[in-house]
Antibody, heavy 120, light 108 residues
Framework: QLQLQESGSGLVKPSQTLSLTCAVS??????????WTWIRQPPGKGLEWIGY???????YYSPSLESRLTMSVDRSKNQFSLRLMSVTAADTAVYYC????????????WGQGTTVTVSS | EIVMTQSPATLSVSSGERATLSCRAS??????LAWYQQKPGQAPRLLIY???TRATGIPARFSGSGSGTEFTLTISSLQSEDFAVYYC??????????FGGGTTVDIK
C-alpha cells in the first residue's frame, strides 16, 4: 500500500525559502503510471493546487506561484521535493503531497500534511 | 482558469437523511471532475473521479453525477462519519488544477 510522508521546515522567516520533501513508500516514484503533486491549505480555508511533477521530471506549476517555485524528483531516495522562494505570511498553510494518475490528475493517495508557518 | 463554485457553503442534515451537494464549473470540464472528503485535522480523501466513479473502498451511499458544468454529489443516507467538508476539483483544463470552495456537511 503506497504511503506518502511530508517533511521539512515547519517555521520559515519571511523572504526565505520553504523546502519540503515527500517520501514515497510501498511503491516506486519511477512508476510510469503516476505523477506527483503538491497541494496546500491555508488555515481555515480551502485547497490550493501548487504543482505537479511527472516520474520523468516534467513539471507544471500554478501560474500564481510559478515564479517562486521549483519541484524535483530524487529517484535514488524515492522522494520528490518542493522549494518555494521569497515566502510571505500568505504562504502559511498545511502542505500536502499526493499521487495522481498520469492521464487524469486527481489525487488518489495523500500524505498526512505538514504545517508550515511563515513568521519572523 | 476554470472557476469551481460549490453550493451550499454549509448543509445541515440529520443522520439517515439524504444530502445533495452541488458543484458548478465556469466552463465545461466534460466528466473530468473529482470529489474529496476532508475531516478536521485530516488530509482529504478521494471519493469520486470521472464525475461518477467511486474510488476504491468508498461506500455505495456516495454517488456522483453530472457532466459539462453541473455536478452533484449525493450521500443517500448520512452516517455519523460522513459529517465533513467536501470539495470538488476539475482536471479537464489545466494547469492550474482548481478546487471548489467546499461544502461543510454538519449535524442538524
Amino acid at each position: 500500500q503506497l504511503q506518502l510522508q511530508e517533511s521539512g521546515s515547519g517555521l520559515v522567516k519571511p523572504s526565505q525559502t520553504l523546502s519540503l520533501t515527500c517520501a514515497v513508500s510501498g511503491g516506486s516514484i519511477s512508476s510510469g503510471d503516476y505523477s506527483w503533486t503538491w497541494i496546500r491549505q491555508p488555515p481555515g480555508k480551502g485547497l490550493e493546487w501548487i504543482g505537479y511533477i511527472s516520474h520523468s521530471g516534467n513539471t507544471y506549476y500554478s501560474p500564481s506561484l510559478e515564479s517562486r517555485l521549483t519541484m524535483s524528483v530524487d529517484r535514488s531516495k524515492n522522494q520528490f521535493s518542493l522549494r518555494l522562494m521569497s515566502v510571505t505570511a500568505a504562504d502559511t498553510a498545511v502542505y500536502y503531497c499526493g499521487r495522481t494518475s498520469l492521464a487524469y490528475p486527481f489525487m488518489d493517495v495523500w500524505g498526512q500534511g505538514t504545517t508550515v508557518t511563515v513568521s519572523s | 482558469e476554470i472557476v469551481m463554485t460549490q453550493s451550499p457553503a454549509t448543509l445541515s442534515v440529520s443522520s439517515g437523511e439524504r444530502a445533495t451537494l452541488s458543484c458548478r464549473a465556469s466552463q465545461s470540464v466534460s466528466s473530468n471532475l473529482a470529489w474529496y472528503q476532508q475531516k478536521p485535522g485530516q488530509a482529504p480523501r478521494l471519493l469520486i473521479y470521472g464525475a461518477s466513479t467511486r474510488a476504491t473502498g468508498i461506500p455505495a451511499r456516495f454517488s456522483g453525477s453530472g457532466s459539462g458544468t453541473e455536478f452533484t454529489l449525493t450521500i443517500s443516507s448520512l452516517q455519523s462519519e460522513d459529517f465533513a467538508v467536501y470539495y470538488c476539483q476539475q482536471y479537464d483544463n489545466w494547469p492550474p488544477l482548481t478546487f471548489g470552495g467546499g461544502t461543510t456537511v454538519d449535524i442538524k
